[in-house]
């Protein structure tokens, strides 16, 4: 105990570890050791949760003119606590008409989901849960069992607005995870590898990978951010819950905490894709020209969240600012525009390496 | 098999939906019934009445200076102008004419309520197509016109400024001074404006080519105001049958011919600018004369049939009165700009998608109050 | 601001004569020359005045109901965008337990609602109207509030 508090250690994974082992028996410490790290993610994503929420109410003011919530805490630091703390303590309303399984699995189809993406990230060189070496395919994978959820909830709430709201959020959601997955694959051929910590290595030696890869990376990364923000149902793309047409879609018949599943989870996902952009394109936890090289885990902890930080500002920059496409716009966007482009770059990056012209 | 044949195997059905009368984004308590077969529209009816008042039957018991009180309450966006238009209505049976100075500062005020309803309107087109932040852009130049009517006319919303005879008191000795300050700030922040919707790829194509509205059908459904000017129909009354000072200053008649919901958007923009024109026009030689004209205490009209016409900031507001020589009239009617341009919603939006009649309902900008009276 | 070409009253009155018969005209009392038409010619009266080259009257600005104390009836708001005169054409009814009237919607679209609202406050009946339904009150509602002989202790203020 005394070593934690005294000097912060170089490597904080390696004495825990090593302090765990020494008092227990080699299962118990394993058994203690994941829960330790399934407590640190949930941790984590309840934070990240809240505090994105906060985030995304003082960047909306300060793009309409207004100051956000300035009440509860100093610059309104507790407010979404306030939030957390008021739904939780809502009574959970619901039809007697809907279909009760589905209508209580689905919230936690969106929130496991979130949760395994954010456990493969490398948030440092040593902080990354689960290094496998399908990484990306992992993530992948993951993500689009989102979908599941919103569809199930909007069909098991036995309403209309529901309905066509899961309905369209399940298309749009299908339509883009092709444009998604065709960039990530364009920075894979580049990276060589499909596993996290290679792909931040090859960065570490080769400079980040949006820089290799010039033009063609470039035209993935707006590709991404395009289709990144339309699988989370964001606006531009929001008409899943655009209120001005239906209510609230698919999470209508929701309320109390169920509702603030959901709800985090929406701005979870925002993190995840960040994440994504930010692991693929400019370098995880690297410094920028290698400043602070070999200082460990404090400093590449805060490089990632303000890479991260600052593609979610961008995110919400988009939301406030542009209006929202009609569904039919939407699909053309993908099905005629994006997944050609996103094609033909893939060819593009695969000509510029086989020709030797990355930096 | 052929798409009939499939289409009969895969039968979809139409359903009911309503839309409204309590909607996060209806203009008030309008309930639509709409028949849709997946996102496609087939009907819709407007159902009306969530907040008649009867105001026409009150009429007929209340005195001419207690009507004025009950017309801002119709469009109340444009209450000033409605204000006018009974006015205007009562002066021309009693045969009385008021002086230049009334006219002149009727003319300014009415400019200022249609530039403060239009941005309203600017603000809430923007939130119902997703664009949430012009609400908040429009609302705070509105604040700065209602404050110039606090301290002229004593009230924000419903003004009640205009009476038979003239207006209620003189204005307030820093209105022109803060008018054209008003002027010279909204000069700047107007094409800020156009440049945040108007040049806007995502908007453009959710406006463009939707709810297209031809000018026979605009003549024939009576349809007026910004929205006929949209679609070609020369329906200003400001220009054709002018009242107050509206026939010595020098203001374009904006006319589209597209008729689609991105032009009717485009005339309310330039509306704007002729507006500001025109106050800038009038507010540096405001002449002087008598505030009200000596009315007697209890108005009775001759006998007779009495019409006049103005023009909102939605439309053609009618005044018909029939007096029969009483102190109270014996029939009032308005003819609403609002209940027509309604009667050509279900028209143009048989085959549109949802998200079209949300913005072709944004570009029409209804008032229902207005419309149910 | 009178536009030379607009048609004089007299003109109009004698072009509108021959539409029908027992047309009686009047300009006392009123702005706009005044036309009563016998209910039976009104439809065959309407759409003459809209199709008239001479006259074209394609834009009705004001569709009242009215209650006459006796008679029940509709006022027309008549006006031509392209020639610039405006005319009113009554019609009225005698029968108050039964009132009816033909629709003019097929020759200006906007008298879909405005015979509505006419039908919903006053009970006047429209032939051929698409789909003649009570509008502002409810379906169940009883009695039509723009007469003057409605009575209704609930809801009214008689000073």
New interface residues.
């Given amino acids: 105990m005394n070593l934690l508090i005294m000097n912060i250690p170089l490597n904080i994974t390696g004495t825990i570890h090593d302090w765990i082992n020494s008092i227990m028996p080699q299962t118990a410490a394993n058994i203690t050791e994941w829960v330790l790290i399934a407590v640190a993610y949930l941790a984590l994503f309840a934070v990240a949760g809240l505090y994105l929420v906060l985030l995304e109410r003082k960047v909306?003011a300060w793009?309409?003119?207004?100051l956000g919530p300035n009440r509860v805490g100093p610059w309104g630091l507790f407010q979404t606590m306030a939030d957390a703390l008021k739904l939780v303590s809502k009574e959970l309303t619901s039809n007697d008409r809907i279909d009760k399984f589905l209508y209580n699995l689905a919230p936690y189809f969106v929130i496991v989901t979130s949760l395994t993406a954010m456990a493969v990230f490398p948030y440092s060189e040593q902080f990354q849960g689960f290094d496998i070496n399908i990484g990306v395919f992992f993530l992948f994978a993951i993500s689009s069992i989102g979908v599941i959820g919103i569809l199930v909830a909007g069909w098991s709430s036995n309403n209309?607005?529901a309905l066509i709201g899961a309905m369209r959020s399940g298309l749009q959601t299908i339509s883009y995870e092709l444009s998604v997955g065709l960039s990530i694959l364009t920075m894979v051929l580049l990276s060589g590898s499909l596993q996290l910590s290679e792909i931040v290595e090859v960065q570490r030696t080769g400079g980040w990978l949006i820089w290799q890869g010039h033009i063609p990376a470039i035209i993935a990364f707006m590709i991404f951010m395009i289709a990144g923000t339309a699988e989370t149902n964001r606006?531009?793309f929001?008409?899943v819950e655009?209120?001005?047409?239906l209510?609230a879609g698919f999470h209508t018949e929701y309320s109390g905490m169920k509702f603030a599943y959901f709800f985090l989870a929406e701005f979870i996902n925002m993190f995840i894709i960040a994440s994504i952009a930010v692991v693929l394109f400019f370098g995880a936890w690297l410094s920028p020209f290698g400043i602070t090289e070999g200082i460990t885990w404090f400093p590449e902890v805060l490089w990632f969240l303000i890479k991260v930080l600052l593609i979610i500002f961008l995110m919400m920059w988009f939301?406030?600012?542009?209006?929202?496409?009609?569904?039919?716009?939407l699909l053309t966007l993908e099905w005629k525009y994006l997944l050609p482009l996103n094609l033909v770059n893939l060819l593009l990056m695969a000509i510029v390496i086989w020709l030797n012209w990355t930096i | 098999m052929t798409n009939q044949e499939v289409k009969n195997k895969i039968k979809t059905e139409e359903?009911f939906?309503n839309m409204g009368p309590q909607?996060?984004?209806a203009h008030g308590v309008l309930r639509l019934l709409l028949t849709i077969d997946g996102?496609i529209i087939k009907n819709v009816e407007p159902?009306?009445?969530y907040i008649?008042r009867?105001i026409?039957?009150m009429c007929e018991?209340d005195s001419y200076q207690q009507i004025v009180h009950l017309t801002d309450r119709m469009d109340y966006l444009s209450s000033n102008i409605n204000n006018e238009a009974v006015c205007l209505t009562v002066e021309?049976a009693l045969e009385l004419e008021v002086s230049d100075r009334v006219k002149v500062i009727r003319t300014i005020i009415s400019e200022l309520t249609r530039l403060a309803s239009h941005q309203l309107w600017w603000g809430v087109m923007?939130?119902?197509?997703?664009?949430?932040?012009t609400y908040?852009?429009a609302f705070?130049d509105r604040e700065m016109i209602n404050d110039i009517f606090e301290e002229t006319c004593g009230a924000r919303l419903t003004m009640n400024y205009n009476i038979p005879g003239g207006l209620m008191f003189d204005i307030h000795p820093n209105f022109v001074q803060r008018t054209k300050d008003f002027i010279t700030h909204f000069k700047t922040k107007l094409p800020e404006y156009d440049r945040?919707?108007t040049g806007?790829v995502?908007?453009e194509?959710?406006t463009k080519g939707v709810g297209i509205l031809t000018k026979e059908?605009a003549?024939?459904?009576?349809v007026?105001g910004p929205v006929a000017r949209g679609s070609g129909?020369?329906?200003d009354v400001r220009k054709?049958?002018?009242y107050s000072a509206y026939?010595r200053v020098d203001f374009k008649e904006i006319l589209f011919t597209e008729g689609d919901t991105y032009s009717r958007y485009q005339v309310r923009m330039a509306e704007m600018w002729e507006s500001m024109s025109i106050i800038e026009q009038l507010i540096d030689n405001i002449p002087e004369g008598a505030i009200q004209e000596t009315t007697k205490a209890v108005i009775k009209l001759?006998?007779?049939?009495?019409?006049q016409?103005v023009e909102t900031a939605r439309g053609?507001l009618?005044v018909?009165i029939?007096s029969d020589g009483n102190k109270n009239p014996y029939?009032v009617?308005f003819?609403s700009p609002g209940?027509?341009n309604?009667?050509v919603l279900n028209?143009i939006s048989k085959g549109v998608?949802?998200?079209?009649l949300?913005a072709t309902m944004a570009s029409f900008d209804f008032v229902i109050p207005d419309i149910?009276r | 601001?009178l536009n030379q070409k607009i048609m004089k009253n007299e003109d109009l009155q004698n072009i509108i004569n021959g539409f029908g018969t027992d047309l009686e005209f009047s300009t006392?009392?009123?702005?706009?020359l005044n036309v009563v038409v016998p209910k039976e010619q009104l439809h065959s009266v309407c759409s003459q005045l809209k199709s008239n080259p001479d006259l074209k009257f394609?834009?009705?600005?004001?569709i009242?109901g009215?209650?006459w104390g006796k008679e029940l009836g509709v006022?027309y708001?008549l006006e031509s965008?392209e020639l610039?005169h405006q005319l009113?054409v009554k019609v009225m009814t005698d029968d108050r337990e039964n009132p009816t009237l033909d629709s003019v919607h097929d020759i200006?679209?906007?008298a879909?609602?405005?015979e509505l609202?006419v039908y919903d406050f006053f009970g006047i009946k429209f032939n051929n109207h698409p789909k003649l339904r009570r509008?502002?009150?409810?379906p169940d509602w009883d009695g039509f509030?723009?007469r003057k002989d409605y009575v209704d202790e609930a809801n009214?203020?008689?000073?």
Avoid at chain 2, 219 to 222: D, L, N, P, R, T
């Fill in positions: 909306a793009f309409q003119l207004r209309k607005f606006a531009p929001d008409l655009a209120e001005s047409e209510g939301r406030w600012t542009f209006p929202r496409l009609r569904v039919d716009q | 359903y939906i909607h996060p984004a996102e159902d009306l009445g008649h009867s026409e039957k018991r021309k923007g939130m119902d197509l997703g664009a949430l932040t908040f852009y705070r945040l919707l806007n995502i908007f194509k959710r059908d003549i024939s459904f009576g007026s129909f020369a329906s054709h049958h002018p026939d001759p006998k007779g049939e009495f019409y016409r053609e009618g018909y029939n029939r009617k003819r209940f027509s309604l009667s028209h998608k949802i998200a079209d949300v149910d | 601001m006392e009392a009123s702005e706009f394609n834009y009705a600005f004001c009242t009215m209650d006022i708001h965008t610039k009113v200006w679209q906007t879909d609602f405005h609202e509008l502002f009150l409810t509030p723009l009214m203020i008689v000073k």
